[in-house]
């Protein structure tokens, strides 16, 4: 704002200069040819050309050795379309989905909301919760899968103390897939209360005092001032709870690897079960290009909307 | 009633005393200016009123209740703050009512009363706009409109002066004393600016370190200083203060003259030094002297005065203008 005004204020005797002029003098053109080639060139080399050539693949009928030769047309897509196992693991992904924005996000907008007051306490329960998310996600899997194991792990210890047969939650079809919602709830949440904290420190203190003096307690303090001033941050907390549920697989592998019968694969954990473990890449590429276009769509259609007046 | 008495007050921040013991009565429907310099406890001792800091030790009455642990909202004060903290996701008219609201009053009792705040602050048109998109200015009022609408028996105003322009400071300086007419509620304002202290007050108190220095009426202070300290902060251009042989001629340690106080003239005269610099403001002439024995004297002059730079001029004091103090600093009388 403050370089656009004292730009106009020197230049209204020559009349609005062109564009080109403007972003010559005040130095972004240069700024521009400097910075844009690397990112550009690194974009198209590791992003661009990769995603063309496995949009390519997806024709193909091909194991990943040699070349690709046998040209199937659109016949990935049609099994794809066919196979309940992909339609399980997209509707699972919904459910990552709306467990990540119904439990993890108020959960840790909750746990934000009572320690991102700056004392030596609140530093200690930040670390404490967000430690989850500093875990290596492949190791996560493995602990958690540990813990219900029905044969040593707490599980079993809780189905002996009640007596009961051994319970094995991972392998049961009603258990496994709430375990895994459980999972990713616990080791995202830090992530998002994070992002809370920054927002929530980011309030003036005037604000709230302000309310204070007009008379609200402190859950009208909550609802009424700080909620709404927090729009923007978990706007942004809900794009990456949504992309990050898309992209939802290493958990997956060391828990249930999929199982019990496909019934807990993500869309990520089928393309690599059904792709690549059955060396089948052209039809991996197929299920990346659908996971590809769903993660677009929605970056467009979130950012145009609900990002939008933020 | 609404009087403010703060009796033996102070405040501490771990340790280290903001506020020493201090007894201050604000009388009721009164406009009391809080004025020192930056960092001497005026917010902390607003804030300490509003409800918004705890009292260290002491008591804050209100209308001769005993306020000093209640909460900010139930203490009938409302307050204007430097930022004016208005809430930027609700629009003029939320702003305002957002008391009322919290209390739960009728939403038509709501609308009327935010009206009537509006009409008083010529917010009419604005009621629907969001903060950011209001002047400064404007926003100021809808801070101000959101104190009326609560009907307080005291408004707090922590600088709400000081994020405007030099033009708006003055007017709204104007609008606050008319407002303090009509609302007939006592007022209490923290300014670190004497001249906002000097054309609004009642009563001026002035703070130096969290210490009372004087309390009075403007012309009070301005007349009868107590000490150096109130001496020098209050007027523009300050007071000059002499010391050395010239103070000692009075019986004093300093001899203070206001430059309005100072006339070109041999008749009793007190400096004499060379013109070093000359400020032109059309109705005065600032000049700064030069003197040898008393080191740098700022003098206001009449403004059809040509005044020369480099030029010799000798200067008296206008009889009975001079103040004397003691090595402390403590007023001895005038002379
Ligand atoms: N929360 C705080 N913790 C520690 N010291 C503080 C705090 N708030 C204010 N102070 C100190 O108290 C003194 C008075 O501050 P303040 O009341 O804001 O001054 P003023 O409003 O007159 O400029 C300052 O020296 C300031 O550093
Ligand atoms: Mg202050």
């Not at chain 1, 890449?281 to 993660?295: K, M």
Request: net charge neutral; charged share 20%.
């Amino acid at each position: 704002m403050a370089v656009a005004e004292t730009n106009n204020i020197i230049s209204p005797a020559q009349g609005r200069p062109s564009a080109l002029k403007r972003a010559l003098s005040d130095g972004r053109l240069v700024t521009v040819l400097v910075f844009l080639p690397p990112a550009l060139l690194l974009f198209t080399l590791f992003v661009t050309l990769p995603l063309i050539e496995a949009a390519g693949y997806a024709g193909y009928k091909w194991s990943g050795y040699g070349d690709p030769t046998e040209w199937v047309g659109m016949r990935n897509f049609e099994i794809l379309q066919k196979h309940s196992a992909f339609h399980q693991s997209l509707m699972n992904t919904v459910w990552v989905i709306v467990a990540s924005c119904l439990l993890q996000i108020p959960l840790a907008m909750s746990m934000a909301l009572l320690i991102y007051r700056k004392t030596w306490s609140n530093t200690v329960f930040r670390l404490i919760f967000f430690a989850p998310y500093i875990l290596a996600e492949v190791a996560t899997g493995l602990i958690w899968s540990f813990i219900f194991d029905g044969d040593y792990g707490v599980a079993a210890m809780a189905s002996q103390a009640l007596g009961g047969e051994p319970f094995f939650p991972l392998s049961d079809r009603t258990w496994a897939f709430p375990v895994v919602l459980f999972v990713v709830v616990w080791k995202f949440f830090g992530f998002h209360m994070m992002i809370f904290i920054a927002a929530l420190q980011g309030i003036p203190e005037d604000l709230t005092e302000a309310a204070r003096i007009d008379g609200a307690k402190p859950g009208q303090i909550t609802w009424f001032v700080k909620l709404p001033l927090l729009k923007p941050a978990i706007a942004v907390s809900v794009f990456f709870a949504v992309i990050g549920s898309l992209q939802l697989f290493d958990l997956i592998v060391p828990l249930t690897n999929g199982g019990p019968s496909n019934s807990t694969h993500t869309i990520v954990s089928y393309l690599y079960t059904f792709g690549l473990t059955r060396l089948k890449v052209g039809f991996g590429s197929a299920v990346g290009i659908v996971l590809f276009l769903i993660t677009v769509a929605f970056a467009v259609v979130y950012r145009n909307t609900a990002m939008k007046e933020t | 009633m609404a009087e403010v008495r703060l009796n033996n007050l102070t405040k501490s921040y771990g340790g280290v005393e903001v506020i020493p013991p201090l007894d201050l009565t604000i009388p009721d429907k009164s406009f009391s200016v809080l004025v020192g310099p930056s960092g001497c406890g005026k917010s902390t001792l607003l804030r300490m009123v509003a409800g918004l800091e705890e009292v260290t030790s002491g008591q804050i009455t209100i209308g001769g209740e005993d306020v000093t642990d209640a909460d900010p909202a139930k203490r009938g004060i409302a307050m204007v703050f430097q930022s004016y903290a208005l809430y930027p996701h609700m629009s003029v008219a939320d702003n305002i009512g957002f008391a009322l609201k919290l209390a739960k009053t009728p939403k038509d009792e709501i609308r009327t009363r935010v009206k009537e705040a509006a009409a008083i602050l010529q917010l009419e048109d604005y009621l629907d706009r969001k903060p950011k998109a209001l002047s400064g200015g404007q926003r100021q009022r809808v801070a101000i409109g959101r104190a009326i609408v609560r009907q307080p028996k005291v408004f707090l105003f922590d600088e709400p002066l000081s994020n405007l322009d030099a033009a708006l400071r003055a007017q709204m300086r104007v609008e606050l004393a008319e407002l303090h007419e009509k609302l007939g509620a006592t007022m209490i304002y923290v300014t670190h600016d004497q001249v906002e202290a000097m054309t609004m007050a009642d009563q001026i108190v002035v703070l130096k370190k969290g210490e009372v220095q004087q309390v009075g009426a403007p012309l009070d202070l301005y007349n009868t200083p107590e000490n150096t300290f109130v001496a020098e902060f209050i007027g523009m251009p300050k007071m000059n203060l002499l010391n050395g042989a010239t103070a000692a001629r009075f019986g004093g340690d300093k001899v203070g003259v206001r430059p309005e106080h100072l006339e070109i003239s041999s008749d009793n005269p007190i400096v004499s030094g060379e013109v070093v610099h000359a400020e032109y403001l059309g109705a005065d002439t600032i000049a700064h002297v030069q003197s040898a024995e008393a080191g740098r004297v700022v003098v206001r002059l009449d403004g059809s005065h040509p005044l020369q730079r480099g030029s010799e001029i000798t200067l008296s004091p206008r009889p009975g203008c001079l103040r004397i103090f003691d090595a402390n600093g403590q007023s001895l009388g005038a002379a």
